[in-house]
């Protein structure tokens, strides 16, 4: 019989209905917990998943609305008692260049992407107990790689990793640790849903010449190393930022 490494916790995982979101509710599923995904506008999406897994609990809410944010989590209390992994894995990226600032656009990304990981932190860390693990979805893009059109989706994700490292430091007191995952490029019906064949052909040479590893991500990729955050394997690892990007070398500057 299989080993399951995540028997008995409950976790929930933030815009879980979908890409790398979807494959984390899996993954910890198969894996033994409980999992509440969180969805907001893909109910079907959510509902399918569910269906598969007996051990999967659908909760709706907007994370970018603080009092859904405390609802959702109120439910999981009732229910489950307790939490022992948050994954913030909610976000959005609106492309635009520099100089076509789009005020509302900005805002819904810092809305979802920074509060909502801000307000659903501050929410699930009251219900979690001693030795519980929270894990934000950052990106490559918040460290400095060169894609055009991202920089203020860059943002979030940069403000995201600070937050990251600022609850770990003080959530320390509850023995609650906080690591952040920085993906690169990961396939998914939303990055490759909108693209002509041409497109995803040129973006696919254009990861392959500038990731060490040679090809662009999927959500297993990720989702392996929010499992191993999410167990003990990872018991003296707190405040880092752990990016699966498969070695990029686009990076903008090589300064701290």
Known sequence: MKNMKLEGKVALVTGGSRGIGAEIVKTFASEGATVYLNYNASESKARAISENFKNVRLVKADVSKREEVSKMVKQIKEESGFLDILVNNAGIMLNMPLLEYDESKVKKMFDINLFGTIYTTVEAARIMKEGSVIINIASNAGIGTSFNNTTYYSLTKAAVINFTKRAALELASKRIRCNAIAPGWIETDLTIGARSKEETENLK????????????GNVEDVAKVALFLATEDSGYVNGQVIVVDGGRKDYLTHSV
């Open 205 to 216: 040479k254009f990861l392959e010449e500038n990731t060490t590893i040679g090809r662009w």
